[in-house]
């Protein structure tokens, strides 16, 4: 198949075209370079530089090249920030989908794999099913389900086919360090440790100690990022091969605290951390049910905590040994 992934030049975009490629498929990059990285675009993938927001970008791509799968990675994803600029984030999440989606009609293209977040369950508690109500507590968990339903919408009245995939906290790199997380200002957990325990950074500030959880501090569902591109690799095939239209989680099906996390980044290498306020937006639990993707697609989750946290070190130490 040949597949146009938006934002592919980003740090899970990037991941996603790396297991395309290994799973014996083409890809096809557009991304305008904001936040993303020429770095990071596969050698073999095809690369256009431009913005879905621009409808002449993605003509320029469907003209010139047939198309079986779209892969979207191209949103603003931090929640502090889209609590101040949420204007700026409905412009970028909903609007570069809609263009997108109109673009795909025109050009006759059917099939969509989106990339959702769990920011839509809101104040979740316990594990999140596909089926449980969406109540987003920010500007970035509303405008990914905005995001949600305009595909759902377009599906119905145009035809297309679409695997939605609500994802949760991603870290890791790819397992030849060749791609990772590239960025220095970073919000992350495990990157944000990481960078701590490398001296990047003077200390770790763990937001909240008084969350109705175990420790006090939030729950999350942590997953490497090769696990989570290879299951767009899955969706995608899922689509091609006649699969009905879905949303499907993809976690873990376990959590673990931010105090949990930091602990066992210290436990394999001496980290530095304190107790912070609060920030606005953050919800105390939220651990993914992938019982769906597992039915649908096989995919299981194959890295543990431990395995995301030393790949995103290893990363991490060979940027900061490049000249």
Request: with cysteine; net charge negative.
């Amino acid at each position: 198949m040949r597949v146009l992934v938006v934002g592919g030049a980003g740090y899970i975009g990037s991941h996603a075209v790396y297991e395309l490629i290994r799973d014996g498929h083409e890809a096809v990059v557009l991304d305008n370079l904001s936040s993303g990285y020429m770095d990071l675009v596969h050698p073999q993938a095809v690369f256009y530089k431009g913005d879905t927001r621009h409808a002449k970008d993605l003509d320029l791509v469907f003209d010139n090249e047939p198309i079986d799968v779209v892969m979207h990675f191209a949103a603003k994803i931090v929640v502090p920030e889209s609590m101040k600029e949420p204007l700026e984030y409905y412009h970028n999440n909903v609007e570069g989908v809609r263009v997108l989606l109109a673009a795909m009609k025109k050009h006759r293209v059917k099939n969509i794999v989106f990339s959702s977040t769990a920011a839509v369950y809101g104040e979740a508690t316990g594990i999140c099913q596909e089926e449980d109500e969406t109540k987003p507590i920010n500007p970035y968990g509303e405008t990914k389900l905005a995001c949600e339903k305009m595909i759902e919408w377009a599906s119905l009245a145009h035809g297309f086919n679409h695997v939605i995939f609500r994802y949760f906290n991603v870290a890791g790199a790819d397992a030849s360090l060749e791609i990772g997380l590239m960025k220095d200002q970073l919000t992350h957990l495990i990157p944000v440790a990481i960078q701590t325990v490398l001296g990047i950074r003077e200390k770790l500030t763990i937001y909240g100690d008084d969350y109705p959880t175990k420790d006090g501090t939030c729950i999350r569902d942590y997953i490497h990022v090769s696990d989570l591109a290879y299951a767009h690799v899955l969706g995608a095939r899922y689509l091609l091969e006649g699969g009905k239209s879905q949303t499907m989680n993809l976690g873990s099906n376990q959590g673990y605290s931010v105090l949990e996390v930091a602990q066992t980044v210290h436990q394999i290498a001496p980290l530095k951390y304190d107790i912070g306020p609060r920030r606005e937006g953050d919800p105390a639990t939220l651990i993914a049910s992938n019982d769906r993707a597992r039915q649908h697609l096989k995919w299981v989750p194959e890295h543990t905590l431990e395995d995301i946290i030393k790949s995103d070190m290893a990363f991490r130490e060979k940027l900061n040994r490049k000249p």
